[in-house]
């Protein structure tokens, strides 16, 4: 009875200071993305039941849990229960968030050598010839140059998802209970505490995702922690070593593009990825010359509504490349106002978690979730525009609520769940 008290005067307390504002913009992202599903759909076959299923009961689910649970649990029970000094466990038994990054690690396993669901896999490309289904073998050996489906997903329901983007959570969860140890251990400092404890951290999931192989995600994860550890309160010195650090990243970039084309290394799956981004003569750099070319065709007014053509033949038009499949229906004066909508959508989202007073652990860990939820968000963001235009390599990250579906639109809205519960914190110090 006691919990049940203390879950509804929870809830309540959350639903009235919550900032409820951070919901609407990622709403009128997603209505946009369900066009943006349903125009790049074959319109003799439609399923619009499933569609539905996927685009809108199963974000608003993940959003009630994101909401509820943290509410009702997560700040009076999983904050406290994984709030120990120890990272692993504490006086009250193992840490919750551990186990949540003993779950990412299984997801990863099961998807590299349990589930084979994904061997099977809808391929419609005309520029390949590619209609049905295909395996991951024979995918890979059409020319070198077929669409491969690595092993990244798992099978629920007979719905695939990429167990990436949970992962990607489950870690920047871990992480942000790590870093708030640290703080309030005073180890943000040079010490081998803060080179150390982020980095296992990162290997513990890095080692699996390179398996799979997906060397995007493992970028997404490096720089999540990265700007986790960069935005808290530290004197100079472990900041200038931060900085010096992103150095190696440029040099291996500049590395793999001075590489012969007939290097094995230039070859590697990820890496070949920035060897053509670097070399005009590379393979695979179309998809981003139809990406750029869609936007061109749009100019200032677009095509229209459904009168984009370049969407029909660009693989992985309603995810990967959203934006640009918008700038050619829509032009630049319709496409301008919603990359600045996405622009005042993440500003709000670092103004929430700058905005909690760490007065205290659970506070704290608070808002390095929130430190995470809005990098999470910013770098989806950034990699898809900056792909779509071009300015990067071929990452393959959606753009957030809009790319049609799958588990990247649920786990944003199990993000927005805890966002908005999370910035009830703001209303706390009003009192």
């Known amino acids: 009875m006691t919990f049940l008290l203390d879950y509804y ?5 959350r639903i009235k200071l919550g900032k409820w504002q951070l919901f609407l913009l990622p709403v009128l992202f997603s209505i946009v993305g369900i066009y943006v599903g349903i125009s790049t759909l074959e319109k003799d076959s439609i399923p619009f039941k499933s569609f539905a299923v996927e685009n809108v009961l199963i974000p608003l689910a993940f959003f009630a849990i994101g ?38 690690m299984f997801l990863q396993v099961f998807a590299i050598w349990g589930d084979k669901a994904w061997d099977r896999i809808p391929v419609n490309n005309e520029r390949f010839g590619l209609r049905g289904l295909y395996t991951e073998a ?62 296992l951290a990162f290997l513990s999931v890095g080692f699996f995702t390179s398996l799979m192989p997906n060397y995007s995600m493992m970028l997404i994860y490096m720089i999540m922690i990265f700007f986790m550890l960069f935005v808290q309160e530290m004197d100079w010195k472990p900041r200038l070593v931060m900085v010096a650090a992103l150095v190696i990243p440029v040099i291996m970039m500049t590395s793999i593009a001075g590489l012969d084309k007939d290097s094995s290394i230039a070859k590697m799956h990820g890496v070949n990825r920035i060897w053509n981004f670097f070399n005009e003569e590379g393979v695979g750099n179309e998809q981003q010359r139809e990406a750029l ?9 677009g095509k229209g509504l459904d009168k984009g053509t370049i969407k029909l033949r660009l693989f992985g038009a309603r995810n990967d490349f ?80 809009i790319s049609a579906g799958g588990a990247n639109l649920a786990v944003n809205f199990f993000l927005i769940g805890m966002l908005v519960q999370i910035s009830s914190l703001m209303g706390d110090e009003a009192k």
């Open 322 to 401: 959203a934006y640009s499949i918008l700038g050619e229906e829509l032009g630049m004066w319709l496409l301008l106002p919603i990359t600045l909508a996405m622009s005042g959508f993440l500003f709000a989202c670092f103004w929430v978690a700058a905005g909690i007073r760490p007065r205290d652990r659970d506070a704290i860990l608070a808002q390095n979730i929130a430190w995470g939820i809005a990098i999470i968000f910013t770098l989806n963001i950034f990699f898809h525009i900056g792909v779509n235009l071009h300015l990067l390599p071929n990452t393959g990250q959606p753009l957030s609520f």
């Open 67 to 104: 909401f509820l649970v943290p509410v009702s649990l997560w700040r009076r029970y999983f904050i406290r229960f994984s709030s120990g000094q120890r990272i692993l466990w504490n006086k009250d038994g193992i840490s919750f968030a551990f186990l949540l990054l003993l779950f990412a």
């Open 9 to 13: 005067h929870n809830l309540t307390e």
């Open 138 to 199: 024979q995918l890979v050996n059409i020319d070198n140059n077929g669409i491969t489906q690595l092993r990244r997903q798992l099978s629920v329901f007979s719905r695939p998802f990429q167990v990436g983007e949970f992962v990607k959570v489950f870690l920047m969860i871990f992480v942000a209970k790590l870093i708030t140890n640290m703080r309030i251990r005073k180890q943000m400092r040079l010490c081998k505490e803060f080179f150390a404890f982020p980095f």
């Open 293 to 301: 070319q869609a936007l061109a065709d749009g100019r200032i007014t």
